[in-house]
Structures are given as structure tokens and as C-alpha cells.
């Protein structure tokens, strides 16, 4: 249930740390996205942890990592994303701008369309998507070397510009629930100031896209480390989106958010199970 933590309202709630961290020198970790038995991360049972809403609270891409950020989207129907070119292309152009606002980036490039998620609940909504469902660990999109790669296959399709000619890059993760409040998955992110410098491993992540098939790509699963300070907005709305990092190449600032989905226990019985939307992109900074 919400209680108050001094001046905060937080949840006692329970985030499922990587469990089998592989001995140096020896095979990354993976996750199977559509068959999580062929997956060799393991977690280890929930891990009870305060997750404190921050709603009120200012926080920043530099510090803590993350943002909300009000944006009320022309897009009339969330659930069209990945069905109809034309909602896929208004959306992009409004989270470019939006990531290009808030950042003073020279140059928002998406990585692809809005990717749609739903709680396991939502079985109709869940037929035939790939990788659909909330992932429930804490982890990174990238890792410091597959970031990199992404951004230099990004930068390839821009001509002229290399990360060899720029101040400075970083990769975003943006997430908007599509559902009214309250959320029974909501989203979880942990204080980049609280993540210690051995608390990550790398997961090879093998997913499925629509438009792409079969990808794998090096991210970031996390160890428990009782420093971590575990934060949401309680009651989001579809006019609301969290921007928070994923890699950034200037080391004096914010580097990369874990995050996670949970399961809030305050949310009342028979709830509809929350839905969302994220769009990953590259910032250059000139």
C-alpha cells in the first residue's frame, strides 16, 4: 500500500534482481523475449524494495536521469501504433520534438516507431505482437560498447555527421502509459546517482520485431545493491511521459536509468491492466 516516507509517499513493492551473474570470462548472459525458458538469466525471487513517488518532485536528464514530462499527443487512438503508417509517423514527429525541446539536442533521431506493451492480462491485445509484455527486471537498453554500435548505425543514415565530429551523444528510452490511471504495471526507475559502477551485466537480449525478425543485441540486467533508490509517478496518465536515459558519453552526467515494470500492490483488485507506449532515440549534441 502507499505510505508516507517522510516528506514522499512511496509502495513496498518487489523488483526481481539478475540472480546468476556469469563468472568473468565466460558467456554473457541471455533473454529469450518469446521463449523465456530458452533464457539463461535467471532472477532471484522478488526483492522487496521502497519505490518512491516522486510526483511533485522535480527531478533531471542530468541527475537523477529521468523527467515526467507533460505532452498531450495528437494521436487519437495508442493502440493504432505499429498498425497504421500514418499514427506511427505523427508520433515519431511529435517525440522528436518533444526529445529536441527538452534536451537542446542539435540533431533527434527515433530508433523506429513506438513500441506498444501490455500487462499479461491483455491477451486480445497481446495476439500477435513480439516482445509485448512488460519486462520485469531491472536492466539498461544498451551496454556501453552496443551503445556506441547503435549510434554509429544511426549516425550512418545522416550524412555528414559522425560521432567522431560531436560534443557529445546519448541514447533515450520515452514511456507514456496509454491507459487511464491507476496502473497495475507501472514503471519503475532507479536513481542513476544510486547505481554503483559493478552493479551491471551484460543480457543479450534475442527478440522478434514485426518489421525487422529476429534481432540480438547487448543490454544491461542488474544486481541487487541496496543503495538503490527506486522511483515512480503514481496515477500517470496518457498525457504524460517519462524521459529517462539509457547511455549517455559524457561521464560527469546521468549515464543510464535501470527500469523496470512492477507490480503495485495499491492498485486496487480487478483494474484493467495498464498498456503503454516507448520510443527509443539518439541525441546529438553538435
Not at 6 to 30: C, F, K, Q, S
Not at 180 to 203: F, H, M, S, W
Request: charged share 20%; hydrophobic share 40%.
Amino acid at each position: 500500500m502507499l505510505q508516507a516516507g517522510g516528506t514522499e509517499a512511496r509502495v513496498r513493492a518487489t523488483v526481481n534482481y539478475i540472480l546468476n551473474p556469469p563468472p568473468p570470462d565466460a558467456e554473457p548472459l541471455t533473454f529469450v523475449t518469446e521463449a523465456d525458458e530458452l533464457s539463461t538469466m535467471a532472477t532471484l525471487p522478488g526483492t522487496p524494495v521502497w519505490i518512491h513517488d516522486l510526483r511533485g518532485t522535480a527531478t533531471s536528464l542530468d541527475r537523477e536521469g529521468f523527467e515526467l514530462v507533460a505532452h498531450a499527443s495528437a494521436v487519437a487512438d495508442f493502440h493504432r501504433i505499429e498498425e497504421d503508417p500514418e499514427v506511427d509517423r505523427l508520433y515519431i514527429g511529435e517525440m522528436t520534438a518533444l526529445l529536441q525541446r527538452i534536451t537542446g539536442a542539435s540533431l533527434v533521431v527515433m530508433q523506429g516507431g513506438g513500441k506498444k506493451r501490455y500487462g499479461p492480462a491483455a491477451r486480445d491485445r497481446l495476439a500477435g505482437l513480439k516482445n509485448a509484455l512488460p519486462a520485469l527486471y531491472p536492466h539498461g537498453d544498451t551496454t556501453r560498447s552496443s551503445a556506441r554500435y547503435l549510434a554509429e548505425a544511426i549516425l550512418q543514415h545522416v550524412p555528414g555527421l559522425d560521432l567522431g565530429h560531436v560534443r557529445r551523444w546519448a541514447h533515450f528510452n520515452m514511456w507514456r502509459p496509454i491507459t487511464p490511471p491507476p496502473q497495475d504495471y507501472p514503471l519503475a526507475v532507479c536513481d542513476a546517482r544510486t547505481i554503483g559502477p559493478d552493479d551491471g551485466v551484460t543480457v543479450v537480449a534475442h527478440t522478434e520485431t514485426r518489421t525487422s525478425g529476429s534481432l540480438a543485441f547487448d543490454t544491461t540486467g542488474y544486481l541487487r545493491n541496496p543503495a538503490h533508490r527506486w522511483c515512480y509517478f503514481h496515477d500517470m496518465t496518457p498525457e504524460e511521459v517519462i524521459v529517462f536515459k539509457t547511455h549517455d558519453s559524457d561521464p560527469a552526467r546521468a549515464h543510464q536509468v535501470a527500469h523496470t515494470a512492477f507490480l503495485d500492490p495499491s492498485c486496487p483488485a480487478g483494474t484493467p491492466t495498464r498498456a503503454s507506449v516507448e520510443m527509443r532515440a539518439l541525441a546529438v549534441f553538435a
